[in-house]
């Protein structure tokens, strides 16, 4: 089945239904620009921590902010699609800030699942997870993969 791209609003409704039927709700962020392997790694285990998932993407605006000029290189309506067209992806976001505490307030989800170049320690959101009673998980493979060094590889080394 395939993902389904909803406004945070009507995210909200979805996943508090979802809660309410006692579904646990997974929710994974990141730009996710030039979609690889390390990312569908990382989707997979966050999959398999719940019932739900929820990816909440960088809008453009913000992806560009916090990655540099020229990116992201796709545009979000089409990073969301392609996450939408994943298995293991049930609903996909995105917003405008640079951190996901937006999100997090208003989704309430069970998990928050951060990649591996995380640490229960170092999560950025850890503080603000615990606070709203929501679980932090670092999940996926060793961070040996990034856009930013398949991007460089495909211009021939120049990074991008």
């Given at each position: 089945m395939?993902?389904?791209?909803?406004?945070?609003?009507?995210?909200?409704?979805?996943?508090?239904?979802?809660?309410?039927?006692?579904?646990?709700?997974?929710?994974?962020?990141?730009?996710?620009?030039?979609?690889?392997?390390g990312?569908?790694?990382?989707?997979?285990a966050?999959?398999?921590l719940?019932?739900?998932?929820?990816?909440?993407?960088?809008?453009?605006?913000?992806?560009?902010?916090?990655?540099?000029?020229?990116?992201?290189?796709?545009?979000?309506?089409?990073?969301?699609?392609i996450?939408?067209a994943?298995d293991?992806?049930?609903?996909?976001?995105?917003?405008?800030?640079?951190?996901?505490?937006?999100?997090l307030?208003?989704?309430?989800?069970?998990?928050?699942?951060k990649?591996?170049d995380?640490?229960?320690?170092?999560?950025?959101?850890?503080?603000?997870?615990?606070?709203?009673?929501?679980?932090?998980?670092?999940?996926?493979?060793?961070?040996?993969h990034?856009?930013t060094?398949?991007?460089?590889?495909?211009?021939?080394?120049?990074?991008?």
């Amino acid at each position: 089945m395939a993902g389904t791209f909803l406004s945070i609003e009507d995210l909200s409704e979805t996943v508090r239904r979802h809660k309410a039927a006692g579904r646990r709700v997974v929710l994974c962020n990141g730009v996710f620009d030039l979609l690889h392997v390390g990312h569908v790694r990382y989707l997979r285990a966050a999959r398999a921590l719940g019932d739900v998932l929820v990816v909440a993407i960088n809008d453009d605006a913000s992806a560009e902010r916090l990655k540099g000029a020229g990116r992201p290189f796709m545009p979000a309506r089409e990073r969301a699609e392609i996450l939408c067209a994943l298995d293991c992806v049930d609903y996909v976001t995105s917003f405008p800030d640079d951190t996901p505490r937006g999100v997090l307030d208003r989704l309430r989800p069970d998990v928050h699942a951060k990649g591996t170049d995380y640490t229960a320690q170092n999560v950025p959101e850890a503080g603000f997870d615990r606070d709203l009673g929501i679980q932090v998980a670092i999940v996926g493979d060793a961070k040996d993969h990034s856009t930013t060094d398949l991007a460089a590889k495909v211009s021939g080394g120049r990074r991008g």
